[in-house]
């Protein structure tokens, strides 16, 4: 969730007036709390995920499944506790679980109520309050309505997909889109709307999407659609590629769903230490949480939401896209604003930034001025070549010294697969990271176990000092790699060879210390997670490896055992991914007609499977090694126990 500050909203010629005015005090905003904060230390390990989910309406005499624009109605009573200690002046209130809203009105976001510790207990506890948030939120829904943890809703887009039923408005409105109507974007909250406005006036066209179609044995070839029974004059013609899904709102990614994990770090340094080494992992975790195969009722030849948001988030004009020559705006920028991580930003990964990056000179030389070293400068430099969205009329003056708004501004509008998070102004929080790019899954079970082995990563990192890094324009590959189909199995990715710093005194790793001259090469993710003998060590047996020191309690270890051994077999390809799992079951549903189109009864089984699966009324040995079976107490009740495989 970016910064949810409320106030008047300025329009987008407004907005542009004040965009430098808000490039200079933004970066003072962020030297004045690097000067106060910098030199913070020995802050103790906080984390904490979060997860969105998709509210959906079940017709079951019509075997139809909607989004429910349900949103408004349900958070203010999700929020109700937190609203109330706030009021009566506590800002860290004791409550199991905390509520925002998200871009679309079919979404919500939910988090802890307090960070997870760096006790090993704690990892334990979050499949808990994962599952205690699904039911809160499902007892607020009416007959008929379910929440889902899925990334993305798979008819979105598709004629009278939401519910109540709402009418796309192309000639005028919010995203001017043919297909995604504004009553889908959540409406109490000015800054979804107020972003999306501002993208397309910025860009000056509608989000421009084309994801490449997966083709079946009926599919058309070419694939081709017209567009203009829907309103188009022209523009989704010329936007639209053949044998691809064309799509034109920045809805289709900002309303998918994904899970995030933040952590607290000990110091400035340890975070970005952090940031650069899980930098590496990131397309690694989202090929192997893929969870996003069908966009507007059909197929995709690609299994992630992220070339989707990366697109519909997309604000660049088209000087700025090298498709003109500059004359208005100040720079040529390769890539979206929602996109992969452009840098290192430890003094110690200088030599692996191996691609150019794009800066803003000005701010650069007052960082550099200021005393802050050249990487973390470039970094955030980089985040300032762009503009700013949204912008309240409240918070145009602001007290630098005291406040971070403007920096926030920029900084939670670079939605990259890493965030560099310093810590707000007068709080305890310290410096943090957050790791973005994952899928979420169907069940707390899974978006558990992806969680808690992050975190585990992160100390494995930090106590075996391992390093990952890899040249930046290889994790772009990768990245390239990830989003393909069937990529977690079929894929190969760059990775490190030698992830050991110096010898050792455990024998575990000596044979894997200072292997071959050439820092990397290409492993598929079985390599990498559980590793090959006498070649690479892999990242599940390191993490092994350290638990074994933490003495730790039955229910903890059995917890992690599950876990560990889940994204094992998920890394080996005898798990299937969500994406997988999903698109081999529309092409064995009965009513597909092998052409790529997922149809209403197609769709509405899919969710009722999806929702008895998250609901645990059901398992599926293809996606996870979670299985239940009933017992019966002492008392001869029905009693569900999960088992350790």
């Not at 200079?24 to 906080?46: E, P, T, W």
């Not at 973005?436 to 494995?460: C, G, H, K, W, Y």
Request: net charge negative; glycine share 6%; with cysteine.
């Amino acid at each position: 969730m970016g910064l949810l500050t409320e106030g008047t909203p300025l329009s987008w010629e407004e907005t542009k007036k004040y965009a430098d005015h808000v490039r200079r005090h933004g970066i003072r905003q962020f030297i004045a709390l690097h000067d106060g904060l910098k030199d913070r230390k020995n802050d103790g390990l906080k984390w904490g995920e979060e997860i969105e989910y998709i509210l959906v309406h079940f017709d079951d005499a019509n075997r139809r499944a909607r989004v429910a624009l349900r949103a408004v109605d349900i958070l203010p009573k999700l929020m109700q506790a937190e609203k109330e200690a706030a009021m009566n002046g506590d800002e860290h209130p004791s409550l199991p679980s905390l509520w925002r809203p998200e871009y679309a009105a079919y979404m919500v976001e939910g988090t802890p109520g307090q960070p997870y510790g760096s006790e090993p207990s704690d990892w334990s506890e979050v499949e808990a309050n994962m599952r205690a948030r699904r039911k809160e939120v499902q007892a607020l829904l009416p007959e008929g309505e379910a929440v889902l943890s899925i990334s993305a809703f798979p008819r979105t887009g598709c004629s009278d997909f939401t519910f109540p039923p709402s009418v796309p408005t192309p000639k005028d409105g919010i995203s001017r889109s043919l297909w995604f109507p504004d009553a889908a974007i959540f409406p109490d909250h000015p800054r979804f709307s107020t972003l999306n406005r501002n993208a397309v006036r910025r860009s000056g066209q509608r989000a421009l999407i084309n994801l490449p179609l997966f083709k079946d044995e009926r599919t058309p070839s070419p694939f081709h659609e017209d567009f203009s029974a829907l309103g188009d004059e022209g523009e989704a013609k010329a936007a639209a590629k053949d044998d691809h899904i064309y799509m034109d709102a920045m809805g289709f990614g900002t309303g998918c769903c994904c899970l995030q994990v933040t952590f607290q770090a000990s110091d400035l340094e340890e975070a970005r230490l952090l940031y650069d080494e899980l930098l590496v992992l990131c397309p690694l975790m989202l090929s192997l949480t893929s969870a996003a195969p069908i966009f507007r009722g059909m197929l995709s030849d690609h299994d992630c939401r992220w070339e989707v948001i990366s697109c519909a988030s997309d604000d660049r004009t088209a000087e700025e896209k090298g498709l003109q020559p500059l004359k208005n705006d100040r720079y040529r920028i390769p890539k979206s604003r929602y996109d992969s991580v452009d840098c290192y930003i430890s003094p110690l990964s200088e030599q692996y930034n191996d691609t150019e990056l794009l800066v803003d000179e000005d701010l650069l030389k007052v960082m550099l001025d200021a005393g802050i070293d050249r990487q973390l400068a470039r970094h955030v430099a980089h985040l300032f070549i762009r503009d700013p969205l949204s912008l309240f009329a409240e918070q145009v003056n602001q007290d630098d010294e005291h406040g971070t708004d403007h920096f926030e501004n920029l900084q939670s509008t670079n939605w990259q697969t890493m965030r560099f998070k310093p810590p707000p102004p007068n709080s305890s929080i310290g410096w943090r990271v957050e790791f973005r790019p994952m899928e979420t899954q169907l069940t707390d079970f899974e978006n558990a176990a992806f969680s808690v082995f992050i975190v585990l990563l992160t100390r494995v990192i930090l106590t075996y000092k391992l390093n990952l890094l890899i040249p930046l324009s290889k994790v772009d590959e990768n990245m390239q790699q990830a989003m393909k189909r069937d990529s977690a199995k079929e894929g190969r990715f760059y990775f490190r060879k030698d992830i050991l710093t110096g010898p050792t005194t455990r024998p575990f790793y000596e044979k894997w210390f200072g292997l071959g001259k050439h820092e990397y090469t290409k492993m598929s993710l079985n390599d990498i997670f559980n590793g090959v003998e006498n070649e690479f060590p892999g990242l599940i047996p390191l993490v092994e490896d350290y638990l074994k020191d933490l003495h730790l309690d039955v229910h903890t270890s059995c917890t992690l055992h599950r876990y560990l051994r889940f994204i094992s077999l998920k890394a080996s390809g005898e798990l299937q991914t969500t994406a997988s799992w999903m698109r081999d079951f529309v092409r064995s549903h009965p009513d597909y007609k092998q052409d790529s189109v997922v149809s209403e009864e197609i769709n509405y089984d899919l969710m009722k499977t999806c929702q008895k699966i998250g609901n645990e009324e059901i398992q599926e040995p293809k996606l996870s090694t979670q299985h239940e079976v009933m017992r019966k107490n002492s008392k001869g009740e029905g009693v569900k126990q999960i088992f350790c495989l």
